[in-house]
Protein backbone atom coordinates (compact mmCIF):
# COMPACT_ATOMS: atom_id res chain seq x y z
CA UNK A 1 0.00 0.00 0.00
CA UNK A 2 1.34 3.70 -0.76
CA UNK A 3 0.75 6.22 1.56
CA UNK A 4 1.54 9.38 0.21
CA UNK A 5 1.86 12.66 2.50
CA UNK A 6 1.62 16.06 0.99
CA UNK A 7 2.20 19.62 3.11
CA UNK A 8 -0.84 22.33 2.96
CA UNK A 9 -0.79 25.30 5.15
CA UNK A 10 2.01 23.74 7.03
CA UNK A 11 -0.07 20.36 7.91
CA UNK A 12 0.22 16.79 6.91
CA UNK A 13 -2.27 15.45 4.48
CA UNK A 14 -2.43 11.71 3.69
CA UNK A 15 -3.76 10.06 0.89
CA UNK A 16 -4.08 6.27 -0.49
CA UNK A 17 -2.89 5.76 -4.12
CA UNK A 18 -3.90 2.17 -5.51
CA UNK A 19 -3.09 3.95 -9.25
CA UNK A 20 -0.47 4.95 -10.85
CA UNK A 21 -2.66 8.00 -12.34
CA UNK A 22 -3.26 9.05 -8.66
CA UNK A 23 0.48 8.95 -7.86
CA UNK A 24 1.61 11.04 -11.23
CA UNK A 25 -0.78 14.21 -9.98
CA UNK A 26 0.94 15.03 -6.46
CA UNK A 27 4.07 16.40 -4.95
CA UNK A 28 4.73 14.86 -1.72
CA UNK A 29 6.89 15.30 1.03
CA UNK A 30 6.65 11.73 1.84
CA UNK A 31 6.31 8.34 0.54
CA UNK A 32 5.42 5.59 2.45
CA UNK A 33 5.35 2.15 1.22
CA UNK A 34 3.92 -0.54 3.61
CA UNK A 35 4.75 -3.83 2.31
CA UNK A 36 4.65 -2.90 -1.22
CA UNK A 37 4.26 -5.43 -4.10
CA UNK A 38 6.56 -5.13 -7.38
CA UNK A 39 4.14 -3.24 -9.40
CA UNK A 40 4.07 -0.53 -6.80
CA UNK A 41 7.56 0.08 -6.33
CA UNK A 42 7.44 0.39 -10.27
CA UNK A 43 5.22 2.86 -10.01
CA UNK A 44 7.66 4.90 -7.48
CA UNK A 45 10.39 4.56 -10.07
CA UNK A 46 8.42 5.49 -13.12
CA UNK A 47 7.27 8.44 -11.10
CA UNK A 48 10.41 9.63 -9.12
CA UNK A 49 13.08 7.98 -10.87
CA UNK A 50 13.46 5.98 -7.84
CA UNK A 51 14.44 2.19 -7.55
CA UNK A 52 14.10 0.58 -4.16
CA UNK A 53 16.10 -2.83 -3.92
CA UNK A 54 14.20 -6.45 -3.23
CA UNK A 55 16.65 -6.14 -0.04
CA UNK A 56 16.02 -3.22 1.21
CA UNK A 57 14.42 -4.29 4.69
CA UNK A 58 16.56 -6.87 5.05
CA UNK A 59 17.54 -8.36 8.77
CA UNK A 60 21.23 -9.26 7.29
CA UNK A 61 22.09 -6.44 5.96
CA UNK A 62 25.99 -5.18 7.24
CA UNK A 63 26.56 -1.94 9.21
CA UNK A 64 28.07 -0.21 6.88
CA UNK A 65 25.05 -0.60 5.06
CA UNK A 66 22.52 0.85 6.77
CA UNK A 67 23.73 4.61 7.08
CA UNK A 68 25.23 5.90 3.53
CA UNK A 69 25.02 8.68 1.56
CA UNK A 70 25.00 8.36 -2.56
CA UNK A 71 27.45 10.48 -5.01
CA UNK A 72 24.00 11.97 -5.92
CA UNK A 73 22.81 12.79 -2.80
CA UNK A 74 20.60 10.44 -1.83
CA UNK A 75 20.58 9.64 1.73
CA UNK A 76 19.70 6.06 3.17
CA UNK A 77 19.06 5.03 6.87
CA UNK A 78 18.11 1.71 7.68
CA UNK A 79 16.45 1.76 11.41
CA UNK A 80 14.51 -0.77 13.87
CA UNK A 81 11.12 0.41 15.00
CA UNK A 82 9.76 -1.32 18.19
CA UNK A 83 6.28 -2.42 18.22
CA UNK A 84 5.27 -3.34 21.56
CA UNK A 85 1.58 -4.82 21.41
CA UNK A 86 1.13 -6.61 25.10
CA UNK A 87 2.09 -9.98 23.21
CA UNK A 88 4.97 -10.48 20.70
CA UNK A 89 6.72 -7.43 21.15
CA UNK A 90 9.29 -6.61 18.11
CA UNK A 91 12.00 -5.10 16.45
CA UNK A 92 10.82 -3.98 12.73
CA UNK A 93 13.40 -2.80 10.03
CA UNK A 94 12.64 0.27 7.90
CA UNK A 95 13.98 1.71 5.02
CA UNK A 96 14.13 5.68 4.66
CA UNK A 97 15.48 7.33 1.59
CA UNK A 98 16.13 10.50 1.00
CA UNK A 99 16.09 12.03 -2.76
CA UNK A 100 15.13 15.59 -3.89
CA UNK A 101 13.43 16.87 -0.91
CA UNK A 102 11.06 13.92 0.02
CA UNK A 103 10.89 11.51 2.08
CA UNK A 104 10.44 7.23 0.84
CA UNK A 105 9.95 4.59 3.87
CA UNK A 106 9.50 1.23 3.22
CA UNK A 107 8.90 -1.24 5.97
CA UNK A 108 6.59 -4.80 6.62
CA UNK A 109 3.70 -3.51 8.66
CA UNK A 110 2.32 -0.79 10.29
CA UNK A 111 4.09 1.13 12.77
CA UNK A 112 2.77 2.79 15.84
CA UNK A 113 5.50 5.37 15.60
CA UNK A 114 4.36 6.63 12.12
CA UNK A 115 0.79 6.51 13.35
CA UNK A 116 1.44 8.32 16.11
CA UNK A 117 3.10 11.05 13.40
CA UNK A 118 0.71 11.14 11.35
CA UNK A 119 -2.46 12.20 13.88
CA UNK A 120 -0.05 14.59 15.55
CA UNK A 121 0.86 16.17 11.70
CA UNK A 122 -2.83 16.51 11.12
CA UNK A 123 -3.59 18.39 14.97
CA UNK A 124 -0.22 20.69 15.41
CA UNK A 125 -0.01 23.45 12.42
CA UNK A 126 3.64 23.62 10.97
CA UNK A 127 4.88 20.54 12.70
CA UNK A 128 6.36 19.96 9.35
CA UNK A 129 8.43 21.85 6.72
CA UNK A 130 10.14 19.05 4.80
CA UNK A 131 11.26 15.95 4.16
CA UNK A 132 14.09 16.03 6.76
CA UNK A 133 11.49 17.48 9.35
CA UNK A 134 9.77 14.14 9.09
CA UNK A 135 12.45 12.51 9.78
CA UNK A 136 13.73 13.58 13.05
CA UNK A 137 9.81 13.78 13.88
CA UNK A 138 9.87 10.14 13.16
CA UNK A 139 13.04 9.40 15.56
CA UNK A 140 11.90 11.89 18.10
CA UNK A 141 8.06 9.81 18.31
CA UNK A 142 10.17 6.82 18.80
CA UNK A 143 11.89 8.17 21.46
CA UNK A 144 8.88 8.69 22.71
CA UNK A 145 7.32 5.57 22.24
CA UNK A 146 10.11 4.02 23.70
CA UNK A 147 10.00 6.03 26.95
CA UNK A 148 6.02 4.82 27.23
CA UNK A 149 7.06 1.51 26.52
CA UNK A 150 9.67 1.86 29.50
CA UNK A 151 7.10 2.76 31.94
CA UNK A 152 4.66 -0.08 31.24
CA UNK A 153 7.29 -2.69 32.01
CA UNK A 154 8.30 -0.79 35.03
CA UNK A 155 4.43 -0.63 35.75
CA UNK A 156 4.50 -4.56 35.29
CA UNK A 157 7.57 -5.45 37.34
CA UNK A 158 5.90 -3.41 40.32
CA UNK A 159 2.97 -5.78 39.83
CA UNK A 160 5.30 -8.44 40.14
CA UNK A 161 6.92 -6.94 42.65
CA UNK A 162 3.93 -7.05 44.85
CA UNK A 163 3.55 -10.58 44.41
CA UNK A 164 7.39 -12.12 44.97
CA UNK A 165 7.77 -9.75 47.64
CA UNK A 166 4.92 -11.29 49.97
CA UNK A 167 4.61 -14.00 52.43
CA UNK A 168 4.15 -17.54 51.47
CA UNK A 169 4.94 -17.59 47.26
CA UNK A 170 3.72 -20.70 46.02
CA UNK A 171 5.08 -22.71 42.79
CA UNK A 172 2.71 -21.58 40.72
CA UNK A 173 2.93 -17.91 41.87
CA UNK A 174 6.84 -18.43 41.55
CA UNK A 175 6.30 -19.30 38.19
CA UNK A 176 3.70 -17.15 36.46
CA UNK A 177 5.95 -14.48 38.13
CA UNK A 178 9.39 -15.85 36.23
CA UNK A 179 7.17 -15.82 32.95
CA UNK A 180 6.31 -12.16 33.27
CA UNK A 181 9.75 -11.20 33.94
CA UNK A 182 11.15 -13.15 31.28
CA UNK A 183 8.28 -10.90 28.94
CA UNK A 184 9.43 -7.39 30.72
CA UNK A 185 13.06 -8.19 30.00
CA UNK A 186 12.80 -9.35 26.51
CA UNK A 187 10.83 -6.00 26.15
CA UNK A 188 13.44 -4.20 27.81
CA UNK A 189 16.07 -5.79 26.06
CA UNK A 190 13.90 -4.96 22.54
CA UNK A 191 13.93 -1.21 23.48
CA UNK A 192 17.43 -0.68 24.22
CA UNK A 193 18.40 -2.19 21.01
CA UNK A 194 15.75 0.40 19.50
CA UNK A 195 17.62 3.28 21.24
CA UNK A 196 20.72 2.51 20.49
CA UNK A 197 19.90 1.75 16.90
CA UNK A 198 17.69 5.33 16.92
CA UNK A 199 21.18 7.37 18.70
CA UNK A 200 23.52 5.80 15.81
CA UNK A 201 20.58 7.05 13.08
CA UNK A 202 20.14 10.58 14.31
CA UNK A 203 23.75 11.08 14.62
CA UNK A 204 24.75 10.03 11.41
CA UNK A 205 21.90 12.69 10.32
CA UNK A 206 23.90 15.31 12.44
CA UNK A 207 27.53 14.25 10.32
CA UNK A 208 26.11 14.04 7.42
CA UNK A 209 25.44 17.78 7.68
CA UNK A 210 21.59 17.75 6.19
CA UNK A 211 20.41 19.79 8.51
CA UNK A 212 19.46 23.55 9.01
CA UNK A 213 20.30 25.21 12.80
CA UNK A 214 16.97 24.39 13.86
CA UNK A 215 17.15 20.78 12.62
CA UNK A 216 20.25 20.55 14.26
CA UNK A 217 19.39 21.51 17.36
CA UNK A 218 15.98 19.14 17.39
CA UNK A 219 18.70 16.22 16.40
CA UNK A 220 20.97 17.02 19.82
CA UNK A 221 17.80 16.97 22.17
CA UNK A 222 16.32 13.77 20.87
CA UNK A 223 20.15 12.25 21.41
CA UNK A 224 19.95 13.74 25.14
CA UNK A 225 16.47 11.85 25.38
CA UNK A 226 17.95 8.92 24.20
CA UNK A 227 20.68 8.92 27.23
CA UNK A 228 17.90 9.18 29.53
CA UNK A 229 16.58 6.26 27.97
CA UNK A 230 19.53 4.31 28.50
CA UNK A 231 20.10 5.15 32.00
CA UNK A 232 16.54 3.85 32.54
CA UNK A 233 16.77 0.63 30.69
CA UNK A 234 19.83 0.00 32.46
CA UNK A 235 17.78 0.35 36.35
CA UNK A 236 15.16 -1.25 34.56
CA UNK A 237 17.60 -4.65 34.05
CA UNK A 238 18.92 -4.63 37.66
CA UNK A 239 15.29 -4.38 38.84
CA UNK A 240 14.69 -7.33 36.65
CA UNK A 241 17.76 -9.20 37.98
CA UNK A 242 16.76 -8.52 41.18
CA UNK A 243 13.24 -9.94 40.78
CA UNK A 244 14.31 -13.04 39.01
CA UNK A 245 16.76 -13.81 41.80
CA UNK A 246 14.17 -13.13 44.49
CA UNK A 247 12.06 -15.48 42.52
CA UNK A 248 14.38 -18.09 42.22
CA UNK A 249 15.34 -18.28 45.78
CA UNK A 250 11.76 -18.40 46.71
CA UNK A 251 11.22 -21.25 44.61
CA UNK A 252 14.81 -22.99 46.23
CA UNK A 253 13.21 -22.08 49.77
CA UNK A 254 9.56 -23.99 48.77
CA UNK A 255 11.78 -27.16 47.49
CA UNK A 256 13.95 -26.79 50.49
CA UNK A 257 10.98 -27.59 52.73
CA UNK A 258 10.33 -30.38 50.80
CA UNK A 259 13.32 -31.91 50.79
CA UNK A 260 13.56 -30.94 54.91
CA UNK A 261 10.03 -32.81 55.22
CA UNK A 262 11.93 -36.58 53.45
CA UNK A 263 14.88 -35.96 55.53
CA UNK A 264 12.91 -35.34 59.30
CA UNK A 265 10.48 -38.59 57.79
CA UNK A 266 13.74 -40.87 56.82
CA UNK A 267 15.64 -40.01 60.17
CA UNK A 268 12.18 -40.57 62.10
CA UNK A 269 11.79 -44.22 60.41
CA UNK A 270 15.38 -45.39 61.20
CA UNK A 271 15.09 -46.27 64.36
CA UNK A 272 11.58 -48.21 64.44
CA UNK A 273 13.69 -50.17 60.79
CA UNK A 274 16.08 -51.33 63.05
CA UNK A 275 13.80 -52.70 66.09
CA UNK A 276 11.76 -54.71 63.17
CA UNK A 277 15.20 -55.78 61.50
CA UNK A 278 16.53 -57.27 64.91
CA UNK A 279 13.34 -59.07 65.88
CA UNK A 280 13.31 -60.17 62.56
CA UNK A 281 16.35 -61.92 62.87
CA UNK A 282 16.00 -65.75 63.07
CA UNK A 283 18.12 -66.59 66.11
CA UNK A 284 16.90 -69.67 68.59
CA UNK A 285 17.67 -67.82 71.71
CA UNK A 286 15.31 -64.54 71.62
CA UNK A 287 12.97 -64.39 74.93
CA UNK A 288 10.39 -61.70 73.65
CA UNK A 289 9.61 -64.01 70.27
CA UNK A 290 8.30 -66.29 73.17
CA UNK A 291 6.71 -64.29 75.33
CA UNK A 292 2.45 -63.47 74.92
CA UNK A 293 3.73 -59.26 75.25
CA UNK A 294 6.06 -59.91 72.44
CA UNK A 295 4.16 -58.44 69.79
CA UNK A 296 2.47 -55.23 71.22
CA UNK A 297 5.69 -54.28 72.93
CA UNK A 298 7.56 -54.48 69.57
CA UNK A 299 5.27 -52.47 68.27
CA UNK A 300 5.04 -49.72 71.21
CA UNK A 301 8.91 -49.42 70.76
CA UNK A 302 8.62 -48.86 67.34
CA UNK A 303 6.24 -45.80 68.12
CA UNK A 304 8.38 -44.75 70.78
CA UNK A 305 11.01 -44.63 68.44
CA UNK A 306 9.03 -42.14 66.11
CA UNK A 307 7.69 -40.15 68.37
CA UNK A 308 11.14 -39.57 70.15
CA UNK A 309 12.49 -37.96 67.24
CA UNK A 310 9.95 -36.06 66.24
CA UNK A 311 9.15 -34.25 68.78
CA UNK A 312 12.45 -33.25 69.06
CA UNK A 313 12.60 -32.11 65.76
CA UNK A 314 9.39 -30.01 66.58
CA UNK A 315 10.93 -28.86 69.73
CA UNK A 316 14.37 -27.44 67.39
CA UNK A 317 11.88 -26.03 65.04
CA UNK A 318 13.49 -27.85 62.11
CA UNK A 319 9.69 -28.43 61.01
CA UNK A 320 8.42 -25.11 60.23
Known amino acids: ML ?8 RLFQEEIDTPEGLAHVSPVWVDLEAPTPQEKGWVQSRFGLTIPDDVVDEDLEESARFYEEDNGELHIRSDFLIDDGETPRNVRVAFIVRNNILFSVHGEDLPVFRLLRLRARRIPALIEDAKDVLLKLYDADAEYSADALEGIYDSLEKVSARVLKHDVDDRAAGEALSAIAHEEDLNGRIRRNVMDTRRAVSFML ?5 NAEQF ?15 HT ?4 DK ?17 KIIKIFSVASVALLPPTLIASVYGMNFQHMPELSQRWGYPFALTLMALSVAAPLLYFRKKGWMR
Open 3 to 10: NVFTLSSG
Open 234 to 237: AFLF
Open 217 to 231: EEARQILRDIDSLDS
Open 207 to 211: RSRML
Open 240 to 256: INFLMDATVGFININQN
